[in-house]
């Protein structure tokens, strides 16, 4: 039982000496690609940059103890980033002490929403949002973020929340670009491009194994860190309007309180709630993905618990909410990472930073963070899915392109709700149009198939229709019309056969619906046939009337029930016993 919400207490039994040497390994790996990461997070977030080293500290240990994924790296993400933005920005100015007190009650808020969450086993939220809502949030999530961080690679003032405003304020400010801050931003992007595809291939062609040559391409913005520190210092570009982080606080995270003021609470409950299931979904995706790959396995609902504990973490130790990252996930994957174990001592690592490189830190130009955001996020940007979605589905696509103009143009918090809303009600308007088809029986076989899509042998009395859905409230009475519509159409019919093969549940209104098929078709001397029910789905008929007011009989098989209908000559058929009539 306690194992079950401990996890570290079944991987910890079986630790070893071969294990710790690879989580240290991976550990160093990801701690030298969390520290800019968390940095330009945070400054995305809109908050010190020093916060994001706080988010990436007591939040891994958290995780470590009650999360289930042997590899997913926790800490600050792109995503969240903005979307705490967002909701932070709407209640108090940037750069104030209520803005960051703000950003931990938010993150506190979210880990009690998730750990609630997880308690009662209710990860199955999270399907709420379909995968072309998800994608579509994502890449509209990474051309805001990158289109915000331009203002900093230029050396200028701009804002805006929605595109629109961001690239109106952009192109108002082009005349003040600061050609300093520019000479180090734009060199930073291209190399950090060049990093994430070049470096690799070129390092394999010297020699290097593949999978060390993509770790050393993962590190690659450290180096871009390093250098731009060399260049403010050695040109002395601080002076000439080149922003630099400046001091940034040195040691441990402080103790932290969430505020407790109901009013702010009420305001930041829906972001709360939206980068809940936001992160919840992007690393439960992160975490299935990488256990596929070693036959590994997760529990969502404790991922829940991991979570909620993690951004708890993160709040009473002074940082914003936090989640499973997908890129330092990979890196801590291919590094070897073993057990939960690598983010503990990713965060030890994290925390030596804060107590003794941060004031190497002070010299590090605003556009290296940007640069490093900008790169990021762009591989983020999916311009493939749109095309996929539409040559597979127009709904999906409809829902996609939904949530990325939505996103685009009104911000994240509408962007995500109206790409539930959309998901929705594409559903249900399908849900209330199920597919049914007509079927006959395929030339000496017993199988049916669609009349429109096979030959398939027919008889003018005997309609055979296939139902491919449940029948419930949403869709019973377009059952109802299709049957007469179908029957009105065929003078000759005497036998409606209800194929029920994929039907899996049929609630009072589906009922309902059948009782009245029954009658409108017994009032036209015409018998309704059911065949194939599923046991669960007859067991409850069974408690009801229909069956025995059906005007004809319910068949084990559709071909049993076709040729029963073949062999009725118009005359009037005595009713045959239960076991005659093939009921389940």
Known sequence: MLSRYFPILEWGCSYNGQTLSSDLMAAIIVTIMLIPQSLAYALLAGLPPVVGLYASILPLVAYAIFGTSRTLAVGPVAVVSLMT???????????????????????????VMLFVLGVLRMGFLSNLLSHPVISGFITASGILIATSQLRHVLGVSAGGDTWPKMLGSLFAALPQVNPWTLAVGVPSVIFLFWVRKGLKPLLVKFGMSGKAADIAAKVGPVVAVALSIVAVMAFDLAGRGVNITGEIPQGLPPFAMPSTDLSLIRQLFVPALLISIIGFVESVSVAQTLAAKRRQRI??????????????????????????????????????????????????????????????LFSLPIAVLAATIIV???????????????????????????????????????????????????????????????????????HFRNVERHKVFTADHVLSIRIDEALTFLNARWLEEYVLEQVADRPKIRHVILMASA??????????????????LADADIRLHLSEVKGPVMDRLQRTHFIEELSGQVFLSQARAFAEALRDDGNDVEQPDDIARGLI
């Open 85 to 111: 933005a967002s909701a932070v920005g709407a209640v108090a100015p940037q750069g104030t002490a209520e803005y960051l007190e703000a950003a931990i009650t938010l993150a506190a808020l979210s880990g």
């Open 299 to 360: 529990a969502p609902d404790q991922e829940l618990i991991g979570l909620g504990a993690s951004n708890i973490a993160s709040a009473f130790s002074g940082g914003y909410p936090v989640t499973g990252g997908f890129a330092r996930s990979v890196v801590n994957f291919d590094a070897g990472a073993q057990t939960p174990a690598a983010g503990a001592f990713t965060a030890v690592g994290i925390a030596m930073a804060s107590l003794f490189l941060t004031p190497l």
């Open 376 to 446: 990021a996020v762009l591989a983020l940007v999916d311009l493939k899915t749109p095309r996929q979605l539409w040559n597979y589905s127009k709904a999906d696509f409809a829902a996609h392109v939904a949530t990325i103009a939505i996103t685009l143009l009104a911000g994240v918090e509408m962007g995500v709700i109206a790409g539930v809303s959309v998901g929705l009600l594409l559903y249900l308007w399908r849900a209330s149009r199920p597919h049914a088809a007509i079927v006959g029986r395929v030339p000496e076989t017993e």
């Open 503 to 520: 039907v899996n549940e049929i609630d009072a209104s589906g009922l309902e619906s059948l009782e009245a098929i029954n009658h409108r």
